[in-house]
């Protein structure tokens, strides 16, 4: 009898346990981790598991328009099951984007974008792989003096006649110091380093949103980034200049195609900075095109199925097109770009660019009236 009561007791205890550890699992993703409230709105709840404040629970982040709190998803109000990050937001509206700009920028710093050996009498070299210096670092100084761009740089490690020079630079926001002998080229007489450097950027993109407070605006939907590297580019000061365009590249399987187009020379604002979730600054006067104001959707309103995407693919101006939104990932963090997935099903638009191609990036999508995400990159094996 007492056998029997342990197997029945160690039964029961283990179908809790599955059952608990199924509770568990399913909490964890029908419960996004990250949920969004306009400020006021009332806590939802989902089917027995709520999300509430333990009373200790404090903002750890407010700004003008947005308050993070940590919750705690329970269930029956009772059992914790995780933890939740809530943001509360002011309810907003912009202006829709779906108009192309251009980006001129410095680099803040001169970053290097690759490495090479220089071929010398005495066989191939490269004193700064040698030093330790590595792509995607950003030189900020040589021999104790700042350098502001990569003709100065070169310049001054030509004019070091093959003597020792002092490097500064930044990997991963520490600073480092190296000293390297420049090698004399044999193919063209020139003192180098054996590094390849770059100091500035540009691009076209599409606006998403334009703020009717202060004429801020947003765009693009990921950083510019180095071609070779593929690293955001850290910026120091740009432009944002008028563009026109001039024809589309129609993307296929294995190519997403690009609108083509070119600076005007006209500058309309400054670029305050370029980040992995876009490029963000502020226009001198609000653009002529930004005239329908839209309110933001938040993050937990945005549903699978039928939405539109605003942009431009010609000298017609900003046009509205039918696209289709799935995979949504409610738990992706604030600083991710990639969200959602939207697949343009409109005929219109699939005939004049062949889909999603470059240039599009930064087109503002909407569902339901509301502002809720933007175009960030193309698929092109699809």
């Excluded at 017609?316 to 604030?334: D, F, K």
């Amino acid at each position: 009898m007492q056998a029997k009561a342990i197997k029945i007791t160690s039964v029961i205890l283990l179908s809790v346990f599955i059952i608990f550890a199924l509770i568990m699992g399913i909490a964890d993703y029908i419960v996004p981790s990250r949920q969004s409230y306009y400020k006021g709105q009332p806590l939802r709840s989902i089917s027995l598991i709520t999300i509430e404040s333990d009373g200790a629970a404090q903002a750890i982040a407010t700004d003008d328009h947005i308050t993070t709190v940590n919750m705690t998803a329970k269930l029956f109000g009772v059992l914790p099951l995780k933890q939740v990050s809530v943001n509360y937001y002011d309810k907003m509206s912009f202006y829709v984007g779906g108009f192309p700009f251009g980006v001129k920028f410095f680099t803040n710093g001169i970053m290097v974008v690759d490495l090479t050996d220089v071929e010398t009498e005495n066989g191939n070299i490269n004193p700064a792989y040698s030093a330790g210096i590595r792509a995607n670092d950003v030189i900020t100084k040589c021999n104790g003096q700042t350098v502001g761009s990569a003709e100065e740089l070169t310049s001054m490690i030509e004019e070091s006649g093959g003597k020792e020079v002092t490097l500064t630079y930044l990997r991963d926001g520490a600073e480092f110091m190296v000293s390297l002998v420049p090698v004399l080229s044999k193919n063209d007489g020139h003192y180098k380093t054996g590094m390849w450097i770059k100091d500035s950027g540009a691009g076209i993109g599409t606006v998403t949103f334009v703020s009717p407070e202060d004429n801020s605006f947003g765009g693009l939907g990921h950083g510019i980034c180095d071609s070779q590297t593929g690293e955001v580019l850290p910026m120091e000061s740009g432009h944002i200049m008028d563009v026109t365009l001039s024809g589309i590249e129609k993307g296929v399987v294995g190519d997403p195609g690009e609108l083509k187009g070119f600076f005007s020379g006209k500058k309309l604002g400054a670029m305050m900075s370029n980040t992995e979730c876009g490029v963000f600054g502020v226009y001198t006067e609000k653009p002529k095109e930004a005239t329908r104001l839209c309110p933001i959707g938040l993050r937990s309103e945005l549903k699978n199925g039928k939405a539109s995407v605003v942009c431009t693919v010609d000298d017609g101006g900003a046009a509205e097109y039918e696209i289709e939104i799935s995979s949504i990932n409610s738990s992706a963090p604030t600083s991710s770009n990639k969200c959602f997935t939207v697949k343009i099903t409109d005929p219109e638009l699939i005939e004049k660019t062949g889909g999603i191609v470059q240039g599009m990036s930064g087109s503002p999508i909407i569902q339901n009236g509301k502002l809720v995400g933007a175009i960030t990159h193309v698929c092109v094996n699809l």
